[in-house]
């Protein structure tokens, strides 16, 4: 850590109790009865009012506690604006409400996820199922946890026996091609499962209830704190040939299954689509 940073546990401790509080806050509003309902890339990617609240609510928070750091949001942006940024200060990466379109329908796999940056990298972040309360942790070089117990990932091997999990995109082209790939790679796995939350997703695979997971078109803040998780928990996490995890593509899985999910994507064109 830079001189004048605080640790990553200090940091985790913050957004814990933010990420609970905003939590909370979500599944009180999805009680009370979706509003505010409007769309963004496409007429299928919704976002709610409670996104939006939610989000604001995280933000004012950070800035009681810490009125110097900046925020990376969904809905709203860089609190930063276009403006040089320390880079020895910390930027907080939020997704207020993950997996949107599970909160519509009120379907049981949506979180908040909060990370911690400090100089490019994320050093600490949280996800906590809004509906159920199960909560993922981690912190750079200190392990991957989920309510107090360290997470390892799978210990499959074989891509053949993999469950992987995946997500799509809201525009139909991209939608096309991805479900191209998928029809390419479902033979050579166990099965394929798809929960519609992506930092969600990357904690079950930290845990190891799939075995791997991969996706694009993925935002910083739909992996920022579940990336770092599932990296704690010994996951690879990359993207194609050498690339850091991004939009284009992330892939995390064991060692011993990235090398394999890797290879076969790349002969699907997993990046070749729009």
């Given at each position: 850590m830079r001189v004048g940073t605080p640790a990553p546990e200090e940091l985790l401790k913050i957004a814990v109790e933010i990420a609970r509080q905003a939590a909370q806050?979500?599944?009180?509003?999805?009680?009370?009865?979706?509003?505010?309902?409007?769309?963004?890339s496409t007429a299928t990617d919704v976002v709610?009012?409670?996104?939006?609240?939610?989000?604001?609510?995280?933000?004012?928070?950070?800035r009681d506690l810490r009125p110097d750091d900046t925020v990376l949001g969904e809905e709203y942006g860089d609190t930063a604006g276009s403006g040089p940024v320390d880079p020895e200060s910390v930027r907080w990466i939020l997704d207020p409400i993950d997996g949107t379109v599970n909160y519509l329908y009120g379907l049981p796999n949506y979180a908040v996820s909060l990370a911690a940056e400090v100089g490019g990298e994320v050093?600490?972040?949280?996800?906590?199922?809004?509906?159920t309360g199960d909560e993922w942790t981690a912190t750079r070089g200190g392990?991957?946890?989920r309510d107090?117990?360290?997470?390892h990932g799978s210990t499959e091997s074989d891509l053949g026996q993999a469950l992987v999990g995946t997500g799509f995109g809201y525009d139909p082209a991209r939608r096309a091609?991805?479900?191209?790939?998928?029809?390419?790679?479902?033979?050579?796995?166990?099965?394929?499962?798809?929960?519609?939350?992506?930092?969600?997703?990357?904690?079950?695979?930290?845990?190891?209830?799939v075995d791997a997971y991969y996706e694009r078109g993925l935002n910083l803040w739909d992996h920022a704190a579940g990336g770092l998780i599932a990296a704690e928990a010994g996951l690879r996490v990359a993207g194609l040939a050498g690339a850091p995890a991004g939009r284009e593509l992330l892939i995390a899985a064991p060692p011993?299954?990235?090398?394999?999910?890797?290879?076969?994507l790349a002969r699907l064109g997993v990046t070749d689509g729009p």
């Amino acid at each position: 850590m830079r001189v004048g940073t605080p640790a990553p546990e200090e940091l985790l401790k913050i957004a814990v109790e933010i990420a609970r509080q905003a939590a909370q806050t979500a599944r009180r509003m999805r009680a009370e009865g979706v509003s505010g309902i409007s769309t963004k890339s496409t007429a299928t990617d919704v976002v709610t009012a409670a996104d939006r609240a939610v989000e604001r609510e995280v933000v004012a928070a950070l800035r009681d506690l810490r009125p110097d750091d900046t925020v990376l949001g969904e809905e709203y942006g860089d609190t930063a604006g276009s403006g040089p940024v320390d880079p020895e200060s910390v930027r907080w990466i939020l997704d207020p409400i993950d997996g949107t379109v599970n909160y519509l329908y009120g379907l049981p796999n949506y979180a908040v996820s909060l990370a911690a940056e400090v100089g490019g990298e994320v050093v600490a972040g949280v996800v906590r199922n809004a509906v159920t309360g199960d909560e993922w942790t981690a912190t750079r070089g200190g392990g991957a946890y989920r309510d107090g117990r360290r997470l390892h990932g799978s210990t499959e091997s074989d891509l053949g026996q993999a469950l992987v999990g995946t997500g799509f995109g809201y525009d139909p082209a991209r939608r096309a091609h991805q479900a191209a790939v998928l029809g390419g790679l479902i033979t050579y796995v166990r099965d394929i499962r798809r929960f519609g939350a992506a930092s969600i997703d990357l904690c079950m695979a930290a845990e190891g209830l799939v075995d791997a997971y991969y996706e694009r078109g993925l935002n910083l803040w739909d992996h920022a704190a579940g990336g770092l998780i599932a990296a704690e928990a010994g996951l690879r996490v990359a993207g194609l040939a050498g690339a850091p995890a991004g939009r284009e593509l992330l892939i995390a899985a064991p060692p011993a299954l990235f090398g394999p999910l890797h290879d076969r994507l790349a002969r699907l064109g997993v990046t070749d689509g729009p």
